[in-house]
């Protein structure tokens, strides 16, 4: 059974480009939820994907924006950076999207110059 | 105020003593997670309880629904257990729109 994954580990990038995060998703799981962390604050909730639709959406502007293949694995997209952007993004994969233990993966962490 | 709230912001304990990590929510909820971050940043889910008790190894994890405060206890504590503890909470059945606190900082100095 394979963990959650997320690739990149570390990326830097500049004001104004975008970017592309990925997470592999456990096996067997069909629900994945991102969450951003920034420097020494708790996790906030971006947007859950069950079944490649999304499922909910945090206090996140549009230019976030998600994708769920029908592997289960997820994008997260976000456009126009910022340099508040800059921090950890998370990852977590669940059996479904009922009350089940989630599973995160390492995270990406981005930088914005 | 922040929905959830957690106490204290930062422990340090002598190895082998008892350990308690509070949580306070402001909102309704459906399940409350407590979570262990190393580091490094990957997360490791420890528990998730909408009720009572749940034990696992030397950590266990209580919720009071009706005064909305949860408890992480950890006993016979060890170096290993230096981490951040957050606690978060789903306001409805699925997990979505998980609410986090801002964590716990424990270091256990051998």
């Known amino acids: 059974e394979t963990g959650v994954t997320q690739s990149p580990t570390h990326l830097i990038k500049t004001r104004g480009q975008q970017v592309t995060l990925r997470c592999s998703s456990q096996?067997?799981?069909?629900?994945v939820s991102w969450y951003q962390q920034a420097l020494g604050q708790g996790p906030q909730f971006i947007f859950q994907?069950?079944?490649?639709?999304?499922?909910g959406r945090g206090n996140f502007p549009p230019r976030f924006s998600g994708l769920q293949f029908p592997n289960y694995s997820s994008e997260l997209n976000v456009n126009a950076l910022e340099l508040d952007d800059s921090a950890l993004y998370l990852c977590?994969?669940?059996?479904?999207?009922?009350?089940?233990?989630?599973?995160f993966g390492n995270g990406t962490r981005l930088t914005v110059t | 105020k922040n929905e959830v709230e957690q106490s204290p912001q930062n422990l340090t304990a002598q190895e082998g003593e008892f350990i308690t990590i509070n949580c306070s929510y402001s909102?309704?909820?459906?399940?409350l997670h407590w979570l262990q971050q190393h580091p490094g940043g990957g997360i490791v889910s420890l528990f998730m309880?909408?009720?009572g008790k749940k034990k696992h190894g030397r950590l266990i994890a209580t919720i009071n629904i009706q005064e909305k405060h949860s408890s992480l206890h950890i006993t016979a504590s060890h170096p290993r257990d230096s981490a951040v503890y957050i606690c978060?909470?789903?306001?409805?059945?699925?997990?979505?729109?998980?609410?986090f606190g801002t964590g716990t900082r424990l270091t256990i100095i051998p």
């Open positions: 977590a994969s669940s059996l479904d999207r009922g009350n089940s233990p989630l599973h």
């Open positions: 096996s067997g799981h069909n629900t």
């Open positions: 994907y069950y079944r490649e639709e999304e499922n």
């Open positions: 909102v309704g909820i459906s399940a």
């Open positions: 309880l909408s009720s």
């Open positions: 978060a909470v789903s306001p409805n059945f699925g997990n979505e729109k998980l609410t």
